[in-house]
């Protein structure tokens, strides 16, 4: 692909991970990282899913839905969304977009609400809320056999609010939502992917305690939750995933330590994780859409939480 700047590699070693747990002893850096056209709107905690030849960029307290090329690598407006929030979960699902729940900030009220986008149509409907007491943002969220599912979150009704251990499933073919068996720990800002027949929950924060370096998987075939998975090495919450073969790499992200650049890939087949090339600008508050076996990431926010430092920069993550 004809990506317009530098291509940037660089070692994980030593210092950068010094903190972390040992990564698996045969793991070795890999992946290289290309700049791409910005998206023109700086903001953070947004939302970036690909559909057909196109990625679509939204949320960040913000109506505004962007498509990107990444052929012709332009950028152009779609149709807006309904309501400016942030910390959205959104997945592709038969050639739509769904954007479920959301909030106003962090910590924030929670919105329930769910609005699918139809590229073809260019345009938003509005189909079943999550299930009453249970809306929420900063979800981990994944799509398995034609339906989506939303693992925790942080929910704030204006009364009580806190990080929640929720897990439901949305079936579009009856647009109906179904509570299933809880996340073993309250958790939200978590990284999440699904791969064979599990769907992943990692890292993220419990609000009043901080981050959590927890790995489980949720297996389909057997409806219950596996604990004790090897841990995110890295401590932090808002962070990319991206998922290239049986691995599922972490991209980015907050926490204590302040705004992370660091890609770390959990093999689901052995259980280790191994440190990749770090994304060359450290933000959180970011998706990555997936595109030619390629991971896209735009905007993010350089600060810590609401401190600022949106920025509009795209870069690529390939690993070989």
């Given at each position: 692909?004809?990506?317009?700047?530098?291509?940037?590699?660089?070692?994980?070693?030593?210092?950068?991970?010094?903190?972390?747990?040992?990564?698996?002893?045969?793991?070795?850096?890999?992946?290289?990282?290309?700049?791409?056209?910005?998206?023109?709107?700086?903001?953070?905690?947004?939302?970036?899913?690909?559909?057909?030849?196109?990625?679509?960029?939204?949320?960040?307290?913000?109506?505004?839905?962007?498509?990107?090329?990444?052929?012709?690598?332009?950028?152009?407006?779609?149709?807006?969304?309904?309501?400016?929030?942030?910390?959205?979960?959104?997945?592709?699902?038969?050639?739509?977009?769904?954007?479920?729940?959301?909030?106003?900030?962090?910590?924030?009220?929670?919105?329930?609400?769910?609005?699918?986008?139809?590229?073809?149509?260019?345009?938003?409907?509005?189909?079943?809320?999550?299930?009453?007491?249970?809306?929420?943002?900063?979800?981990?969220?994944?799509?398995?056999?034609?339906?989506?599912?939303?693992?925790?979150?942080?929910?704030?009704?204006?009364?009580?609010?806190?990080?929640?251990?929720?897990?439901?499933?949305?079936?579009?073919?009856?647009?109906?939502?179904?509570?299933?068996?809880?996340?073993?720990?309250?958790?939200?800002?978590?990284?999440?992917?699904?791969?064979?027949?599990?769907?992943?929950?990692?890292?993220?924060?419990?609000?009043?305690?901080?981050?959590?370096?927890?790995?489980?998987?949720?297996?389909?075939?057997?409806?219950?939750?596996?604990?004790?998975?090897?841990?995110?090495?890295?401590?932090?919450?808002?962070?990319?995933?991206?998922?290239?073969?049986?691995?599922?790499?972490?991209?980015?992200?907050?926490?204590?330590?302040?705004?992370?650049?660091?890609?770390?890939?959990?093999?689901?087949?052995?259980?280790?994780?191994?440190g990749l090339t770090p994304m060359p600008t450290a933000r959180h508050g970011i998706q990555a859409a997936?595109?030619?076996?390629?991971?896209?990431?735009?905007?993010?926010?350089?600060?810590?939480?609401?401190?600022?430092?949106?920025?509009d920069v795209q870069e690529v993550l390939t690993v070989s």
């Open positions: 692909m004809n990506r317009r700047a530098l291509t940037v590699l660089v070692t994980v070693a030593g210092a950068l991970l010094a903190t972390a747990p040992p990564l698996a002893a045969s793991a070795a850096s890999s992946g290289t990282w290309t700049t791409e056209t910005p998206s023109g709107v700086a903001r953070r905690e947004v939302t970036y899913v690909t559909v057909g030849s196109k990625l679509y960029l939204a949320g960040g307290r913000s109506p505004v839905q962007q498509a990107f090329d990444p052929v012709a690598h332009t950028w152009s407006i779609v149709a807006p969304l309904p309501e400016s929030l942030d910390h959205i979960g959104a997945v592709a699902l038969n050639g739509k977009i769904y954007y479920v729940g959301g909030l106003n900030g962090y910590p924030g009220t929670s919105s329930g609400k769910v609005y699918v986008y139809d590229p073809v149509a260019n345009k938003v409907t509005q189909v079943a809320s999550l299930p009453a007491g249970r809306d929420r943002g900063a979800v981990g969220i994944a799509v398995y056999l034609g339906k989506i599912y939303v693992a925790g979150g942080f929910h704030d009704n204006g009364t009580v609010k806190g990080s929640v251990n929720f897990f439901d499933v949305y079936n579009p073919a009856t647009n109906n939502w179904t509570s299933l068996p809880n996340l073993p720990e309250r958790r939200d800002h978590v990284s999440c992917a699904v791969i064979g027949t599990r769907m992943y929950v990692i890292g993220g924060r419990t609000f009043g305690k901080g981050l959590q370096p927890t790995n489980d998987a949720y297996d389909f075939t057997t409806g219950k939750w596996i604990t004790g998975l090897a841990p995110l090495p890295t401590l932090r919450a808002g962070a990319a995933t991206a998922v290239f073969g049986t691995e599922i790499v972490v991209i980015g992200g907050e926490g204590n330590g302040g705004v992370f650049h660091q890609a770390e890939a959990y093999n689901t087949t052995t259980n280790t994780w191994r997936m595109y030619n076996g390629s991971a896209y990431i735009a905007d993010g926010g350089t600060g810590m939480g609401g401190s600022g430092g949106n920025t």
